[in-house]
């Protein structure tokens, strides 16, 4: 059986509305309204855990009676840090339940190819994550912005989500960290440093993390190219 835990407890400061994020509108509807329908679509999916951010019930209410949405079957408050929210999915999935997906409601579109690939990775490796290869250079900054180490940039993997994971293996290892009272801000980060495999496979540039506002317009540019519109690649010469 498999559960996928939609994250939509954050508050969305760097969007800098007056609501969470995940309410805004996208081509016409509420941001939510597209991760949900993703994993209610996806015929592997077997049911669907809500997390919400206390308070946005009314919101909440209104997006799950737009649409039909039968996989729903928990919806859960979250906690302050994302990986609270986590845990709160991951109980309220079913028991029975042998693999999660955890996915940021705030990547509206994720297409049924990247849900197909994130688990039958997950289901080989045990975990997995889609990722992207970093296209400018990465460097720390060091006392008072000045430049201090570039990381080697052919190395490095922008992570996104739906990541996948054996849920047993994935409470265990929780139940290590509570101990150990870490705090990690990835879900495969906290595996890997559990010492468990996470299986890297290719994402999706139209998955992008919805976090200040020019990303609801770049994700409108995908919808539009999803629907068979033209991208903006116009030369300007003849050749
Ligand atoms: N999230 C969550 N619970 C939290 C924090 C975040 O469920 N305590 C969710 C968000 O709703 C989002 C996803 O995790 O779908 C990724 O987090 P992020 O993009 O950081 O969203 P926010 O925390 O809402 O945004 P910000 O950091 O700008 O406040
Ligand atoms: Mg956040």
Not at 42 to 64: F, N
Not at 80 to 91: F, Y
Request: net charge neutral.
């Amino acid at each position: 059986m498999v559960s996928a835990i939609v994250l939509a407890a954050g508050s969305g400061q760097r969007m800098g509305a007056d609501l969470n994020k995940v309410y805004l509108e996208l081509a016409g509807r509420p941001l939510l309204v597209y991760a949900l329908e993703a994993f209610q679509e996806h015929p592997l999916v077997d049911e669907v855990i809500l997390v919400y951010r206390l308070g946005d019930e009314e919101l909440l209410t209104r997006v799950l009676a737009a649409g039909s949405f039968s996989k729903v079957r928990k919806k859960v408050p979250g906690g302050d840090q994302r990986m609270d929210s986590v845990v709160r999915g991951l109980n309220a999935a079913d028991p029975l339940s042998q693999w999660v997906l955890i996915h940021d409601a705030a990547r509206p579109l994720v297409s049924q190819t990247l849900i197909s690939r994130c688990l039958e990775a997950t289901m080989r490796y045990g975990a997995a994550c889609p990722v992207l290869p970093v296209k400018d250079t990465i460097s720390r900054s060091c006392e008072q912005e000045m430049l201090g180490e570039s990381l080697d940039r052919s190395t490095l993997r922008a992570m996104q989500t739906p990541q996948g994971f054996h849920r047993p293996t994935y409470e265990a290892i929780l139940e290590k960290t509570r101990l150990e009272r870490r705090v990690f801000t990835d879900d495969s980060s906290l595996f890997h440093w559990a010492g468990r495999p996470v299986k890297l496979f290719e994402g999706a540039s139209e998955t992008l993390k919805v976090t200040t506002p020019e990303d609801l317009c770049l994700c409108e540019f995908f919808l539009l190219q999803r629907q068979g519109g033209k991208g903006p690649q116009r030369a300007c010469f003849a050749p």
